[in-house]
């Protein structure tokens, strides 16, 4: 028997997932019933705003932007979870391998619902007014303060990959912008009021390396009634 190294079990295990199920489809019978948990039937939201109406953001971008980077997310999502399910069957499957594979959905579902916050806090004129902007003022002093270190996050992350985060923490029951790598590291129980995407997919096709510009842009374009509707969710008062 060749002998394999864990990276070539993991990535045997995940091509297999999805040439098998093609993004969505099962090679099991399309009767069989999945546990909820492993269903993978995530379907991916339209663009809440007219992408060709963002200011300093072309609608190239955007749309880019959620059909290959959102839309992939959400259909690896599907095959992650369905892989899931069939890996439960198998008894003899090595932890690690099981292990990997829950990892990867933790990011993709990071990646789907950070997306999601994303392209729904965009589509406004980008002036904050009502809860967002007295809660912010409460919290950093003025707007002022608190647009300058959510640019400064922002700014830190170019050229990697992460997100900038204005949250509401449910434990501590503060208002921060957080600085977060990835899609896996959200300071826990925290609500996002306002999402702002730092990989480079998000702004490169635009403004190539300069992604203080975008994040400029990105502050043009805040849809702050969504913002509100997140504060009133979370229950801040």
Do not use: C
Not at 92 to 121: C, M, W
Not at 217 to 231: G, K, P, S, T, Y
């Amino acid at each position: 028997m060749k002998n394999i190294s864990r990276r070539e079990a993991i990535g045997e295990v995940l091509a297999t997932g999805a040439g098998i199920l093609a993004f969505g489809g099962r090679a099991d019978s399309e009767t069989e019933t999945l546990p909820m948990a492993f269903a993978g039937r995530h379907q991916a939201k339209p663009l809440p705003f007219d992408a060709a109406k963002l200011n300093g953001i072309s609608e190239k971008l955007i749309r880019s932007h959620h059909e290959n980077n959102y839309t992939g997310a959400v259909k690896a999502l599907n095959v992650v979870e369905q892989r899931l399910s069939a890996l439960t069957r198998e008894k003899d499957l090595p932890p690690y391998i099981y292990g990997d594979l829950k990892r990867q959905e933790l990011i993709r579902t990071g990646s789907v619902v950070l997306h999601e916050q994303y392209f729904a806090n965009l589509g406004g004129n980008g002036k904050a007014d009502g809860k967002a902007r007295k809660i912010i003022e409460q919290w950093f002093g003025s707007y002022e303060n608190w647009e300058a270190e959510f640019k400064r996050i922002g700014n830190a992350l170019s050229g990697g990959s992460g997100w900038t985060i204005l949250a509401f923490n449910q434990h501590t029951k503060e208002i921060h912008n957080y600085w977060s790598a990835d899609h896996t590291s959200n300071a826990p129980f925290s609500a996002p009021l306002l999402v702002l995407d730092m990989y480079e997919h998000a702004y490169q096709m635009d403004y190539g390396a300069a992604a203080a510009k975008y994040v400029d842009a990105f502050m043009l374009n805040i849809n702050w009634d969504e913002v509100n509707r997140r504060a009133e969710l979370a229950g801040i008062g």
